[in-house]
Nanobody, 126 residues
Framework: QVQLVESGGGLVQAGGSLRLSCAAS????????KGWFRQPPGKEREFVAASTWDGGRTYYADSVKGRFTISRDNAKDTGTLQMNSLKPEDTAVYYCAAGFPVGRERVVSTRGYDYWGQGTQVTVSS
């Protein structure tokens, strides 16, 4: 079964840090653009960050720029999202995704990705 599996979510106080991981299973995602999205309670899924297959280009939502860092290890076929200076408004279910989006408009859209993980909950308390 082809899937992406997130881990690392949890409860943290405002100002704290969490590191999310995304592991591949069933196939290789080394050549895919990998992205992170999140879905706050009662809201639509939104773009957080993305990295091209070689890590040569990264994209961030304005709301997380300077606080979150996306990276990947193609040798292990994993992706990570380091989240620092967390705020209560970062509370959401976080999803990793893989695909071949072309152009920034597709990179930041859920429509640019074909494979999704099941999500991991991140809760930031004030």
């Amino acid at each position: 079964q082809v899937q992406l599996v997130e881990s690392g979510g949890g409860l943290v106080q405002a100002g704290g840090s969490l590191r999310l991981s995304c592991a591949a299973s069933g196939r290789s995602f080394r050549s895919y653009t990998k992205g992170w999205f999140r879905q706050p309670p009662g809201k639509e899924r939104e773009f957080v960050a993305a990295s091209t297959w070689d890590g040569g280009r990264t994209y961030y939502a304005d709301s997380v720029k300077g606080r979150f860092t996306i990276s990947r290890d193609n040798a292990k076929d994993t992706g990570t999202l380091q989240m620092n200076s967390l705020k209560p408004e970062d509370t959401a279910v976080y999803y990793c995704a893989a695909g071949f989006p072309v152009g920034r408009e597709r990179v930041v859209s859920t429509r640019g990705y074909d494979y999704w993980g099941q999500g991991t909950q991140v809760t930031v308390s004030s």
